[in-house]
Antibody, heavy 120, light 108 residues
Framework: EVQLVESGGGLVQPGGSLRLSCAASGFTFSSYDMHWVRQATGKGLEWVSSINTGGDPYYPGSVKGRFTLSRENAKNSLYLQMNSLRAGDTAVYYC??????????????WGQGTMVTVSS | EIVLTQSPGTLSLSPGERATLSCRASQSVSSSYLTWYQQKPGQAPRLLIYGASSRATGIPDRFSASGAGRDFTLTISRLEPEDFAVYYCQQYGRSLWTFGQGTKVEIK
């Protein structure tokens, strides 16, 4: 079964750090671009970061310089290092895959999400 | 950054009715890069449509989509009870992805 499982969420103080992980199974992880998307409670979806098969990461301005995305293909894993966290980073963080039969620009597989709460 | 504006914010319809959802981009978007998702409460988003008009695997044919340039549309021909959800459009451009704010399709 094709699956993504996120972990690492939790409660962190403003200015703190957290590392999210996404474990992939059921497909050849190294052949797919991977993404993080977040959703604050009751709000819409916000793209957080992407990494292509070559290991090149991309970020929106809202997290650039604070978040670092990496992948470890040998472990079928994706990592999001989040530093200098702010209250506005509070959200459910989803890991997602692109590059399947739906192409490189659509996220066809999503994890169940992990909650990150930034609060004192 | 390309901004996607979805309308209406909420669509109140009855099962069996037709739903038409709009997604307008602040700049022209390649059709290849326009995607639609469905999200139900407490669940992750689900891919519906990619490349502006292609249904993803397992998506019933009551879902259709079209559009080009700045204007894109998702249509649900006859609403089933399981279709009441929030729908998001998404675009890719210049190594950035953006989502619309979503349209909630609720039971009237």
């Amino acid at each position: 079964e094709v699956q993504l499982v996120e972990s690492g969420g939790g409660l962190v103080q403003p200015g703190g750090s957290l590392r999210l992980s996404c474990a992939a199974s059921g497909f050849t992880f190294s052949s797919y671009d991977m993404h993080w998307v977040r959703q604050a409670t009751g709000k819409g979806l916000e793209w957080v970061s992407s990494i292509n098969t070559g290991g090149d990461p991309y970020y929106p301005g809202s997290v650039k310089g604070r978040f670092t995305l990496s992948r470890e293909n040998a472990k079928n894993s994706l990592y999001l290092q989040m530093n200098s966290l702010r209250a506005g980073d509070t959200a459910v963080y989803y890991c997602a895959r692109a590059g399947g039969s739906s192409g490189w620009y659509a996220f066809d597989i999503w994890g169940q999400g992990t909650m990150v709460t930034v609060s004192s | 950054e390309i901004v996607l504006t979805q309308s209406p914010g909420t669509l109140s319809l009855s099962p069996g009715e037709r739903a038409t959802l709009s997604c307008r981009a602040s700049q022209s978007v390649s059709s290849s890069y326009l995607t639609w998702y469905q999200q139900k409460p407490g669940q992750a988003p689900r891919l519906l449509i990619y490349g502006a008009s292609s249904r993803a695997t397992g998506i019933p044919d009551r879902f259709s989509a079209s559009g080009a340039g700045r204007d894109f549309t998702l249509t649900i021909s006859r609403l089933e009870p399981e279709d009441f959800a929030v729908y998001y459009c998404q675009q890719y451009g210049r190594s950035l992805w953006t989502f619309g704010q979503g349209t909630k399709v609720e039971i009237k």
